[in-house]
């Protein structure tokens, strides 16, 4: 044993030579079925997490057009109040857990190492367990629904509506379940956020210089972490007040039906921000190319970040000004929850400068992104409107906020991942997607989004309560109801049209080279698709645009940004750990390799789940033992993860 | 161009104590988890302000400290044991590691068989009140987290009699060792809530 | 001031849609109606900017086009961060004068101005609203369902919760929401100036029919008021014939659920039918109180209603016409 196992000088060299098929070597997945269950790869788990979640984003339109066309008339008989009441909660549960956070999660799981130069996630295993609970998450609750037994009161499941006394079937059960282990994966995967960006950003690459996706997702997932115990409990408790007799939510045995609702806003709230601050962060970090500047207040914009999710934490009773709470705690979260629009005020503003002082291209992604901007804003004075307390009694439970809450999903999550799909999907595949469609493909979104979800203020200042499986002709609403499944209709078109789009371009698109739109982050620096083992040499990074430094910084600026030049990492899997803030080199990280066992955890953790679900205590405890079984042989300290002293050193003292 | 970039001193190589990537996922499933018992201690506070069939909330008067006391002081002692463990390693002390290990997996399995005991004898029921449901699940999710702990002290007793670790490589201990500090630290926030409020007149 | 005055704007459709909250009808609803003006034309005219602003923005000096892989000219980028400054600055202005007139008018209607001429309980369950009138004399408390009579110009208190799930009480023309929860008592008021029926729903999800949970505010000048009050206080005069068999037959098949105030029904699961025919509307304001509707929801309720507590009734023909005889005496 010599001190070089422990530590060593890393060798610099320039790209080219050997060393590309050293690295695919070492870093490749094995081939057939056995790699593809195995992967670790960030790579695959983001196309992964990103094709599951465009599934399940089809899935919950489906439902959705199913009851818009109930809705499209007043005394429609098309869905009974029980299909109706699953199918409206199908689609609020599917489109904001199963879609519009796990599709942020694959762009960056896909993206973060490539944007911080590093080779992997920090815990790419984690990675992996965490798509495959989503997946199983998304099955399981999924399945549930297709037996007959969807949830079927509404996303946030209130009490007592929710409790055994008014729901007596299985429907809540699986629901809280399904979302339990969701909870698990959203977890794990904000853990591995995190602590990627404090440990794998290339050297140089400060914390004022990541790209503000990096931002978006990281302040997510730092948020994630300290809210999703809250709603994870929050359904635990519901199973038990189900299934084992307790009494957290039972009123009539001194329990509370508010209890509820505080756990599940101090959740859901800061989880609307979490599923909407990344696609801000791709807006900020795509818009900017097509205006050929970068990015006007970059500081601004990351702090404004940082901001709202802070604030974020502080206005979860506007959800529930309605329940009788005193004036003066109303005043203050009115206060915050007005407030709160400052930080985005900062984005629109950014993005607006960006623009104005830029020189606009008018590519597919653009549109999508700078329509983004107008969607915000719509979004975003509706939600200014509800912060209002006396205004949000009235608004409260109508088609107002229907339109808030779809204009900020929609608005800030759907068209910036459409965007950011034409803008890094000749990255991810080394294809252009096709322009023309691509025009097609955006304007009937937009038009359908607005014909569709506009309408919806309307109804709603007319007093449609949401949640109604139908209505009496003599309210008012018919005509406006019309033109929004209309609406809809056409936007689900143009949802087609990017789905064939993607489809058509994935074997006939233009080929894209590394870098077709002439971006300045990192991953633009590596070919099209990149190697498996992202970056043949690591970065060193100089600026927050290392490919555009040429042309935009002084040319006898010393400080410049290397990408095909610096340190060689190939004894094996390894990445470069640096520290938290300035990042220096700190340490050499060995990476795992393929494995089995996240997908193992996750099956077991989903037989846990069956367990309780059919409160079988043997299917519980037999699960229990295969979780402990995999964690063990998951945490086995490893030689090659240079986990153990090696066996020579056992018996001496290392110096 | 590379000069700029060279590295004149060595990098360490592996999971490295405070460097291991494991060590910081640790520290915010720590997070994570802690919040976890923020919100189960909101409940518990929350419920406690709600209107109550008197003398239901605590079930029974103020818990007795009787056994509570001591059980506390035990798991606290298996927190010291096991961070006389870590500095063993640090200090290359194998046969400190298995041992303070050992003796903090001891006295964590004490810690929760006189819980199970106190459970045992509580003289109502999971589902009786309120009350009653919030002692048996709050403390529930501790033991379980003790449980946990102790089959971590376990493995990591085990994998340090075989010697895999060394005063260079240890950072599984210290991972381990971080999770078990946050569980015995958040008792002291359970055992404050359940023991020490009642008697602090926090009474329905 | 009337809120009417600023309905100038509003077309006529909107204003007959009978939920419409941008007009409002009292007190407790006018300050209201204001403050949604304000931030309604505050949230237009933001959008409105911010899209010249983009408009103005993509068009003014747009790029050439783009070629695929070409390294083309950046422009420096020192400039634009005064549009963050003044933009925030603007916008902070706006936010903080929004949340001093909320809170303003949150003071404002927190509490009625003037005391409370009667105080009604109303317990939401599903799918109907049951409305208690508390009176200090317990010879003078009543129960009715699904239409709650006020006098105009005095504010009204009214205490809810909620008799099995949750519940939100709305009458968007008199005032915002406010939830029934079980175990909990909320206190709210509502006023309105002029008479009028005012239509109301419940707005929390509550299950099945929370589409077909309606009711109605009567508002009534005070004397027709009293008179309301006086004759839901009589008992019902003695019936014959058909509605004598009706009554047994209804006391037998429907008094288990149902309540008439003088007579042997005492059920309490469904809503107190004593004077039914006063109200305007039967179900939950899902129907006009006609004679036709009422022998469709008596003799079917399943279809009009479906998932609703109340079953089709297991009666004969005969025995159905007679009950709808005998309700139809409830006046």
């Known amino acids: 044993m010599t001190a070089s196992d422990y530590e060593r000088v890393p060798s610099v060299a320039v790209a080219g030579g050997g060393l590309p098929d050293r690295l695919r070597r070492i870093w490749e997945t094995a081939p057939g079925l056995y790699g593809w269950l195995a992967t670790v790869d960030h790579k695959e788990i983001g196309i992964r997490y990103i094709i599951t979640a465009f599934a399940f984003l089809i899935a919950g339109g489906v439902e959705a057009l199913i009851f818009r066309l109930q809705l499209s008339w007043s005394n429609m008989t098309l869905l009974s109040p029980e299909q109706y009441d699953q199918l409206f909660t199908m689609h609020g549960m599917t489109m904001i857990f199963l879609y519009a956070g796990p599709v942020l999660s694959g762009f960056s799981n896909y993206l973060w190492p490539l944007l911080l130069g590093a080779r992997d996630m920090a815990l790419p295993r984690l990675n992996a367990i965490s798509y495959w609970i989503y997946l199983c998450a998304g099955i399981f609750l999924y399945a549930a629904f297709a037996i007959g037994f969807g949830p079927n009161v509404g996303w946030f499941n209130y009490v007592p509506l929710a409790a055994r006394a008014y729901n007596n079937g299985p429907n809540i059960d699986l629901y809280s379940l399904g979302m339990i282990l969701l909870g698990v994966s959203t977890t794990v995967g904000s853990i591995n956020f995190i602590v990627t960006f404090l440990r794998l950003r290339a050297p140089g690459m400060s914390i004022n210089r990541v790209p503000i996706l990096i931002w978006g997702t990281l302040t997510a997932s730092a948020a994630n972490i300290f809210a999703i115990p809250a709603v994870s409990l929050a359904f635990f408790l519901l199973w038990m007040d189900r299934n084992l007799g307790t009494h957290f939510f039972d009123v009539t045995a001194g329990g509370s039906a508010l209890l509820w609702q505080h756990l599940f806003w101090m959740f859901g709230h800061p989880w609307v921000y979490a599923i909407v601050l990344p696609a801000m962060g791709m807006v900020s970090d795509g818009l900017p190319v097509f205006c050929r500047r970068p990015l006007v207040g970059y500081t601004v914009v990351a702090l404004a970040t940082v901001a709202t999710m802070v604030l974020g934490f502080g206005v979860w009773v506007h959800h529930m000004f309605a329940t009788g709470l005193p004036g003066v705690s109303l005043s203050f979260f009115s206060a915050a929850s007005i407030i709160i629009a400052l930080p985005s005020a900062v984005g629109v503003f950014a993005w607006l400068a960006t623009i104005w002082t830029g020189r606009p291209v008018f590519t597919t992604p653009f549109l999508f992104f700078a329509s983004f901007i107008i969607l915000f804003t719509i979004g975003g004075v509706s939600g200014y409107m509800t912060g209002s307390v006396p205004v949000d009694w009235q608004l409260t439970d109508t088609y107002f906020v229907v339109a808030h809450l779809h204009y900020v999903l929609i608005g800030i999550n759907v068209f910036p991942v459409v965007g950011a799909t034409y803008f890094w999907f000749p990255k991810m595949t080394g294809r252009m997607m096709d322009e023309r469609l691509g025009r097609w493909n955006f304007w009937t979104m937009f038009v359908g989004f607005n014909l569709g979800f506009f309408p919806m203020h309307v109804s709603g200042l007319l007093g449609m309560p949401r949640r109604i499986y139908t209505y009496s002709e003599g309210m008012g609403w018919d005509w406006v109801n019309l033109v929004t499944t209309a609406g809809t209709f056409l936007f689900a078109a143009g949802v087609l049209i990017f789905i064939w789009n993607v489809v058509r371009s994935l074997g006939r698109g233009a080929p894209a080279g590394d870098n077709p739109w002439d971006a300045p982050t990192l991953e633009w620096a590596t070919t099209s698709p990149p190697p498996v083992y992202n970056f043949e040499i690591i970065p060193t990074v100089a600026s927050r645009h290392p490919l555009w430094e040429d042309r935009l910084d002084r040319a006898n600026d010393e400080e410049r940004s290397h990408v095909g030049a610096g340190l060689v990492l190939d004894h094996g899997r390894e990445a470069l750990g640096t520290t938290a803030l300035d990042a220096r080199p700190d340490v050499i990280l060995k990476m795992p390799g393929d494995t089995l066992v996240p997908l193992l955890l996750a099956l077991s953790m989903t037989l846990l789940a069956i367990g309780l679900a059919l409160v079988n205590w043997w299917v519980v405890v037999v699960a229990g033992g295969f979780i402990a079984s995999c964690i063990m042989a998951w945490l086995w300290p490893e030689a090659a993860l240079g986990e153990t002293a090696e066996p020579a050193s056992r018996e001496t003292r290392n110096g | ?204 | 001031m009337s809120a009417t005055a600023i309905l100038v704007g509003m077309p006529a459709w909107a204003q007959a849609a009978p939920l419409q909250y941008l007009s409002g009808a009292g007190a407790k609803a006018t300050p209201v109606v204001w403050l949604t003006w304000g931030v309604l034309l505050i949230a237009i005219a933001v959008v409105m900017v911010i899209a010249a602003l983009l408009v103005g923005a993509i068009w003014h000096r747009p790029g050439t086009g783009w070629t695929p892989g070409e390294r083309g000219v950046l422009l420096p980028h020192d400039s634009g961060l005064n549009w963050i400054w003044i933009g925030v600055g603007v916008s902070a202005l706006v936010l903080l004068c929004s949340v001093v007139w909320t809170i303003k008018v949150l003071a404002e209607i927190e509490g009625p101005s003037a005391r409370t001429a009667v105080t009604i309980e109303v317990t939401g369950r599903q799918w109907w609203w049951q409305v208690r009138y508390l009176d200090d004399d317990p010879a003078r408390q009543f129960t009715t369902a699904n239409e709650i009579h006020i006098p105009t110009g005095v504010p009204v208190r009214l205490r809810l919760t909620g008799g099995d799930v949750i519940h939100s009480f709305w009458v968007p023309r008199l005032a915002g929401k406010m939830d029934a929860i079980p175990g909990q008592t909320n206190e709210t008021w509502i006023e309105a100036d002029a008479p009028g029926t005012y239509r109301g729903q419940c707005t929390e999800y509550c299950g099945l029919e929370h589409a077909r949970m309606g009711f109605e505010v009567v508002a009534q000048t005070p004397a027709d008021f009293r008179k309301w009050r006086a004759r839901q206080l009589a008992l019902p005069s003695p019936v014959q014939g058909n509605a004598l068999a009706g009554q047994q037959d209804f006391v037998a098949h429907c008094g288990g659920c149902h309540r008439v105030r003088g007579t042997d029904a005492n059920g309490a699961l469904g809503p107190d039918l004593s004077h039914l025919m006063l109200r305007t509307t039967l179900a939950s304001a899902t129907l006009a109180n006609t004679k036709a509707n009422l022998a469709r929801w008596v003799s079917d309720p399943q279809s009009l209603k479906p998932g609703s507590l109340m079953p089709a009734p297991e009666l004969s023909q005969s025995e159905l016409a007679d009950v709808l005889a005998y309700l139809r005496t409830l006046d």
């Not at chain 2, 919100?39 to 079930?59: N, S």
């Not at chain 2, 029921?125 to 002692?135: H, M, R």
């Not at chain 2, 015995?184 to 359970?190: E, P």
Request: net charge neutral; proline share 4%; aromatic share 16%.
């Open chain 2, 1 to 204: 161009m590379a000069e700029r970039i060279r590295l004149k001193t060595s990098l360490p190589v592996g999971a490295m104590d405070m460097r291991a990537s494991g060590w910081w996922a640790m520290i915010f499933t720590v997070f994570t988890e802690a919040s976890l018992f923020a919100y189960l201690l909101f409940t518990y506070y929350y419920l406690a302000v709600q209107p109550h069939v008197p003398g239901t909330f605590p079930e029974g008067g103020a818990p007795s400290l009787a056994l509570a006391l001591p059980d506390t002081i035990v798991l606290l002692a298996s927190s010291v044991a096991v961070g006389w463990a870590q500095l063993g390693i640090e200090h290359g002390s194998r046969w400190r590691l298995t041992a303070g290990l050992g003796t903090g997996a001891a006295l964590g399995v004490i810690f929760l068989v006189v819980q199970a005991y106190e459970w045992a004898t509580k003289p109502f029921g999971l589902s009786s009140t309120p009350y009653s449901s919030l002692y048996y699940v709050i403390t529930g999710f501790h033991m379980a987290h003790v449980i946990v702990g102790v089959l971590m002290l376990l493995a990591l007793t085990w994998w340090s009699a075989m010697g895999y670790f060394n005063s260079r490589r240890f950072a599984h201990i210290h991972i381990g060792a971080l999770y078990w500090h946050f569980v015995d630290a958040v008792w002291i926030a359970v055992f404050f809530t359940f023991y020490i409020t009642p008697l602090l007149g926090l009474k329905a």
